[in-house]
């Protein structure tokens, strides 16, 4: 992978092939493993026992048994088949091909007709199974690597304790999939700086005072901070908060590599950044409500008209990453500190 300048007026932005080329998609998505991955809220669970999930590419599936939620492999130990497709009830996982029997933990329980399988069962017949860490009922899993949970989400909670994160109700009717013709990176870049805010987003323009959009950086990912205008919805910070006094309209964190919790004065949306392949990916949206009576107000006011917007950016930007009269550009430093920082850590 090529090397970003730490100083960003200094720097050029990403080759186009990082959007284009598939053996490069592929290497980037190997740092899905070794980071946190969203994977669902424990609300989402209560019905049934098996979601089959994506952590990066990897097909995985969400299990509940009792109060325990495990992370598991998708992809049977006999023969690659896929176990479960959506939602599922029951206290095990069966392959539909052949009948190999797991546990919700992903252990292997029984396999007709493999009596005189030499030096079976053994580990590798189990099913790969994740680290699973718990949020504020927000799920999350890593496949690899020693990075602890408590230091991927300090800073976010941190900031964002005044707002009794374990009061957020999960609304399903505000729930969203869109699938879209561009590189997920692209969908990232766009969300990471507010610069286009005036060209692309009227409606949030009129609502957020651009002057004062500001953008911190952080370990591993980015907090865009929207000042409201007069008059608009705005939290309500007690003393001794860092932002106490500040007409703040939302809170946009993005965690490495896909993740975006939007804050707004009614509650969270949570936005998922699934890449499929190379010019294909799937935005979720998640909706979390704290005080309804502000909902449809302020800057998450309108989230599914702000989403067509800028999916109309972030598609026609793959467009011109495919063009050979285009490699690669500049960052302003005042306004896409986000994306060289989101570029850094792609390609450290």
């Known amino acids: 992978m090529g090397v970003i300048h730490p100083e960003i007026s200094k720097a050029e932005t990403l080759s186009s092939k990082y959007y284009t080329d598939v053996t490069m998609f592929s290497k980037i998505l190997e740092k899905f493993e070794t980071s946190w991955n969203f994977i669902g809220h424990k609300a989402m669970m209560e019905d049934v026992t098996k979601k089959s999930i994506h952590v990066g590419c990897e097909p995985m599936i969400l299990t509940k048994d009792e109060s325990v939620y495990n992370c598991i492999s998708n992809v049977c130990t006999h023969r690659g088949m896929v176990l479960v497709e959506g939602c599922e009830n029951g206290n095990a996982v069966v392959c539909p091909y052949h009948g190999r029997t797991f546990n919700l933990s992903g252990g292997l329980r029984n396999m007709p007709e493999f009596e005189d399988v030499q030096g079976y069962p053994s580990e590798a017949d189990d099913l790969v199974k994740a680290e699973v860490a718990c949020w504020k009922n927000l799920l999350f899993a890593k496949l690899s690597g020693d990075y602890e949970f408590s230091r991927f989400i300090s800073t976010v909670e941190a900031r964002m304790s005044f707002l009794k994160l374990d009061s957020f109700r999960y609304n399903s009717t505000m729930d969203r999939s869109h699938k879209i013709k561009t590189n ?115 800057a998450g006011g309108d989230l599914d008209k702000v989403e067509m917007e800028d999916q109309y950016i972030v598609e026609a930007c793959f467009v011109g990453m495919k063009s050979k009269n285009y490699d690669n550009g500049r960052y302003s430093p005042k306004m896409e500190k986000g994306v060289h920082h989101f570029h850094r850590l792609l390609t450290d």
Not at 214 to 238: S, Y
Not at 265 to 293: A, C, Q, R
């Open 184 to 298: 997920w990176m692209l969908y990232v870049d766009n969300y990471l700086e507010g610069f286009h805010i005036p060209f692309v987003h009227k409606d949030l323009n009129s609502i957020l005072d651009f002057t004062s959009y500001d953008t911190e950086l952080f370990e591993n990912g980015v907090l865009q901070v929207g000042f409201a205008k007069e008059g608009e919805a705005i939290f309500e910070i007690p003393k001794g908060h860092v932002d106490y006094g500040k007409s703040i309209a939302a809170y946009y964190w993005w965690l490495f590599p896909n993740l975006m919790l939007n804050f707004y004065p009614w509650g969270m949306s949570l936005n998922l950044v699934k890449p499929i392949d190379v010019g294909s990916t799937e935005v979720i949206y998640h909706g979390f409500v704290l005080d309804e009576t502000k909902l449809g107000l302020g």
